[in-house]
Structures are given as C-alpha cells and as structure tokens.
C-alpha cells in the first residue's frame, strides 16, 4: 500500500499570515492516464471533511482562492495565503491513484496562536 | 446541492450485525462510484470500500474484507454498507462520499462495537 505522510502534524497560526502543511507519497501519483490523484480535506471539530483541492491544484466549488495546491510526484503542499479564523481544524492528504486501498495522511491540527 | 444522509449507525456488541444506509440526492446518483469512508474516534480518515456506478465492481481495505459487503440500489438513490463480525476497532464514524475522490460527503453515522 502507498504510505502517505504529512508534516508538520501540528501547525500553529497566525490570523493573516500565510501557512503551508507538506504531504509525501512513497510513490509516484502520476496515474498512467497523466493525472496525479492526489486530494486535500479540510475537517472542522464536529463537521465531516470537506474536499478544497483535487488532482494536486484543482479547487472544489466554493473553495476560497486563498487555497492553493501545488507539487507533482511524491511531494504536494497546501498553502494558505492569509489563514481566517474559519480554516482551523484537520487538514488531510488522500492519494487516489494506487488503489485499492485508498490512502489518507495522518493529519495535520492547525489552530489559531 | 449534493445531499448525502447516512444512516443505521449504533450500539452493536462484538461479532453483531449492522447495514449502514446512505441516501443521495441532488445528482445523478446511477452515474457515479461511491465510497464509505470512516473515522475512529480522535483519530484519522480511513478509506473502506467502494462500488462503481453499476456495481459490478466492489473493492475493500484488507482488514474488513469478508466481514463487509458494499451494495447500491440505482433505482433507490442509495448506497449501503453491510457489515458482519463486527470487532472493537470497527468502532467508528462511517461517511458515504461521492465518486471515487471522495468530493462529497455525509454527516456520517456513528457505529459503536462493544460488550
């Protein structure tokens, strides 16, 4: 199975300033169709996960633009340009091109400083 | 608006039964894979099992294959999730989600296995 892992696990933040979680595969995403299936979840206490980015950098409907997902292979990050009070929470990584089984990363906390 | 109610979930002593139901709406339910994602308590998102648009196709995490069948009914808009032998550490928030990137989700039901 691939092995998805994120650092830091931890993030504490500061309201305006930028953040960035990193998110590593033991293998290459780059599925044989070209694409790189490689999502991020935002889960606040109490809510289910909602997906921001899909395919490394695409933004779901709705998703701020101050979201961004970048990288290529084994190595992606979610950035957030200006963190609001509304993103603290869980953020996870989910590989979809090596499955079964579908993978996710540990998680990452962020939370206000 | 993509609505997805989980239901079934509850207290189930170990080596019970549960079917976990999940009811779609606001899409073209027949014309997308599925998913049951869950959530142990405190921890993580674990990936369980999916079913392509016609169910002819079923994959599984290794630790519930032959305890957990995964079905749909196209003409019901749902998605269920069968689950038998059920242990401790099945213990868990279970999520439906749309396709097979997870894009949507559930409010997700809770499934609690204990004596």
């Known amino acids: 199975d691939v092995v998805v892992t994120q650092s830091p696990l931890s993030l504490p933040v500061t309201l305006g300033q930028p953040a960035s979680i990193s998110c590593r595969s033991s293998?290459?995403?780059?599925?044989?169709?070209?694409?790189?299936?490689l999502s991020w979840f935002h889960q606040r206490p109490g809510h289910s996960p909602r997906r921001l980015i899909y395919e490394v950098s695409n933004r779901d409907s709705g998703v701020p633009d101050r979201f961004s997902g970048s990288g290529s292979g084994t190595d992606f990050t979610l950035t957030i340009s200006r963190v609001e009070a509304d993103d603290i929470g869980v953020y996870y990584c989910?590989?979809?091109?090596?499955?079964?089984?579908?993978?996710f990363g540990p998680g990452t906390k962020v939370d206000i400083k | 608006e993509v609505q997805l109610v989980e239901s079934g979930g509850g207290l189930v002593q170990p080596g019970g039964s549960l079917r976990l139901s999940c009811a779609a709406s606001?899409?073209?339910?027949?014309?997308?894979?599925m998913t049951w994602v869950r959530q142990a308590p405190g921890e993580g998102l674990e990936w369980v099992a999916n079913?392509?648009?016609?169910?002819?196709?079923?994959h599984y995490v290794d630790s519930v294959k032959g305890r957990f069948t995964i079905s749909r009914d196209n003409a019901k808009n749902s998605l269920y999730l069968q689950m038998s032998g059920l242990r401790a550490e099945d213990t868990a928030v279970y999520y439906c989600a749309t396709g097979r990137q997870a894009a949507g989700w559930g409010q997700g039901t809770l499934v609690t296995v204990s004596s």
């Open positions: 079913i392509n648009p016609d169910g002819s196709e079923k």
């Open positions: 989910m590989q979809g091109t090596h499955w079964p089984p579908f993978t």
């Open positions: 606001g899409f073209s339910f027949s014309s997308y894979s």
């Open positions: 293998q290459s995403l780059v599925y044989s169709d070209g694409n790189t299936y």
